[in-house]
């Protein structure tokens, strides 16, 4: 009897360990010990800070223990990045962990290879989807985003009565690389803005880098003084802003933001012609992750793509969207967004395209 109740009290501890030392499947209400990498730093009032606040209200709820880890943002930092990712994984004290951004796959896919029983999440990035089955990839539906602000800018570009606004329907859009995920904001925006006017035009330019704001001016500039575009959408990282500028300087134009409320984060001057922000919602996505882990749901060596449903995107609806969008604006994008969320309206993705229909559309479209 004696024997039996210790190897009953020896399979026990097995099974415990198991279940809970290998960051696999837990229990509704375990605590995970979570590491979070930031290849930058605090404090961007973007990517890096939506998954802080989300992991916050993690650990705010009991649900994790969390270790945040600023690797810094620089070129002469980037050697960091991949050793703190070996010292992380190596200590094998967490249960996942997360990093983001284009800049990390080939850092992750080196360590997640020689790690295979950590489990790790990368945030805004498909590049070795399925590669490792250690490893989540958490994208988002930008296809829906954009067509949400289609709606929105359609609709306000010929809303003469507020300041800016001239009667053309013509809108701009600056992308930064012309590439499948950028164009995915485009191919919805485009779409949504010809649901609420057919005959729409949009002007859309690249700036080939994430940086450059004074080619993003430049063209905001052309935009606005040749073609009449009185809102255009910056979906090039910090370049985009350069647009911001072109519309503050003439007078004749508004801007709409990305990824993050940009209106927090810009100048006063700037952020009083910003008239909403596209989100990305990257902390109500890890969310959204851990409640799926707790209910037994796992995506270890998948992609998840988070649209509005999960609280992955959406648009700014308080500050100038409130007051400057007129009721029949606000009504319309509510619907659009419901429609989506019902399956009335599919957003097709220009993420696997190979028809060459979201060129054409580009295209058909310009002013």
């Not at 989506?340 to 060129?359: H, Q």
């Amino acid at each position: 009897m004696k024997k039996f109740f210790a190897l009953l009290l020896a399979l026990t501890m097995v099974l415990g360990l198991v279940a809970c030392g290998d960051g696999g499947t837990k229990d509704k209400g375990d605590v995970y010990n979570v590491c979070n990498l930031v290849n930058g730093n605090l404090g961007d009032k973007s990517f890096f800070d939506s998954a802080k606040a989300g992991l916050d209200k993690l650990v705010a709820d009991g649900r994790i223990k969390l270790n945040t880890i600023e690797m810094g943002g620089q070129e002469s930092d980037q050697p960091k990045w991949l050793e703190t990712l070996y010292d992380v994984a190596g200590s094998k004290e967490y249960d996942l962990i997360i990093c983001g951004t284009y800049q990390m796959p080939d850092y992750l896919k080196e360590v997640a290879t020689k790690y295979p029983e950590q489990k790790f999440l990368i945030y805004d990035d498909t590049t070795y989807v399925g590669q490792n089955k250690n490893v989540v990839n958490m994208s988002f539906k930008q296809n829906d985003l954009g067509y949400l602000v289609g709606v929105f800018a359609a609709g306000m570009t010929t809303e003469t009565s507020i300041n800016n606004i001239n009667a053309d329907a013509v809108l701009g859009f600056v992308g930064g690389v012309d590439s499948p995920v950028i164009n995915d904001f485009l191919y919805g925006y485009i779409l949504g803005a010809q649901s609420v006017n057919p005959n729409i035009k949009v002007d859309t330019r690249y700036t080939n880098d994430y940086v450059d704001t004074a080619i993003a001016k430049e063209y905001g500039l052309s935009m606005i003084n040749d073609n009449k575009c009185d809102i255009i959408w910056g979906v090039a990282g910090n370049a985009g802003n350069g647009a911001a500028e072109a519309a503050l300087e003439t007078g004749k134009g508004w801007f709409i933001g990305v990824d993050s409320d940009q209106e927090q984060t810009f100048s006063a001057d700037l952020a009083a012609i910003t008239l909403t922000s596209g989100l990305k919602n990257i902390g109500d996505g890890l969310i959204w992750f851990f409640d799926q882990w707790d209910a037994g749901k796992t995506y270890w060596g998948e992609e998840v793509n988070l649209g509005i449903a999960e609280g992955g995107v959406g648009v700014v609806t308080d500050k100038n969207f409130a007051k400057y969008a007129p009721d029949s604006v606000k009504t319309a994008v509510e619907t659009a967004q419901k429609n989506i969320l019902d399956g009335k309206v599919t957003v097709p993705s220009a993420i696997g395209e190979t028809t060459g229909a979201v060129e054409a559309l580009r295209e058909k479209v310009r002013p």
